[in-house]
C-alpha cells in the first residue's frame, strides 16, 4: 500500500455542473490488471467485468476519478491507526458524458494548452507516470485523420480545452481546464 498522498497533490475539481440530481457519476473497483498508485484526477475507463483500468480507447468511456486508490474511504492501509469509516475499495468518478467543467493536476505538464483543443488521456495500467494523464499530443479525429494519410487512426476525445492551465489560488498547484466529452476513436487508439 502507497504512503497516502498531501490533499491537494492529485485532484480533480468541478467547476461547473456537479452537483445535482442529474450529475453523473460511476463507482466501481480498480482491476487486479492495474499495478500502480492510481490518482484522483486521472481518466479511467471500465473492463469488461466493470472494473476501473487506466486510460480510455476507442469506444471506452472516459470516467474522472475523484479520489485517490490509497484514499482512506477506498483502501484502508492497515496498522494501529483507526479510521472511522469502512473502505471496499470502491473509487467514484465523473462520467464523461456529463456536462461538466474540470480542473485536474493530472495532465502533460511538458505541453501547452490553449482553449478548443482537443484532449486524449494516455492508457497504461502498469504506469503511474502516465497511465490516465491527459494530453493534447497526437490526438487525431476522424475530421483530420484523411489529412494525415494512410493508417491514421482516430484517437478516443475525452475533452476539449476551456480555460487552460493555471495555477490554483488555493494550494499553487497547476491545474488543466476541460469540458468533458465523448468521443469515440477507432479500436486500440
Same mark, same amino acid.
Given at each position: ?38 490518482? *484522483? ?22 470516467? =474522472?476519478?475523484?479520489? /485517490? ?5 477506498? *483502501? ?37 494548452? *490553449?482553449?478548443?483543443? =482537443? ?6 495500467? /502498469? ?63
Amino acid at each position: 500500500m502507497a504512503v497516502p498522498s498531501q490533499m491537494f497533490d492529485h485532484t480533480l475539481d468541478a467547476i461547473k455542473g456537479w452537483f445535482h440530481m442529474a450529475a453523473l457519476d460511476y463507482t466501481s473497483k480498480l482491476s487486479s490488471n492495474v499495478t500502480v498508485d492510481v490518482y *484522483a484526477g486521472r481518466c479511467v475507463h471500465l473492463n469488461s467485468v466493470g472494473e476501473f483500468e487506466l486510460g480510455c480507447q476507442g469506444s471506452q468511456m472516459p470516467i =474522472f476519478l475523484l479520489q /485517490n486508490g490509497s484514499d482512506n474511504d477506498v *483502501a484502508n492501509s492497515g496498522g494501529t491507526r483507526w479510521y472511522p469509516i469502512g473502505p471496499t475499495g470502491a473509487i467514484t468518478g465523473l462520467v464523461g458524458a456529463g456536462s461538466y467543467e474540470l480542473e485536474t493536476t493530472e495532465f502533460d505538464s511538458a505541453l501547452t494548452y *490553449a482553449p478548443n483543443q =482537443f484532449l486524449r488521456c494516455k492508457s497504461s495500467s /502498469n504506469s503511474s507516470t502516465d497511465g490516465g494523464l491527459l494530453t493534447n499530443a497526437s490526438v487525431v479525429t476522424l475530421e483530420n485523420s484523411s489529412s494525415l494519410g494512410a493508417g491514421t487512426n482516430p484517437t478516443a476525445v475525452v475533452g476539449v480545452v476551456s480555460r487552460g492551465v493555471r495555477k490554483r489560488q488555493s494550494d499553487r498547484n497547476n491545474v488543466l481546464a476541460f469540458w468533458t466529452i465523448y468521443k469515440p476513436g477507432e479500436t486500440g487508439y
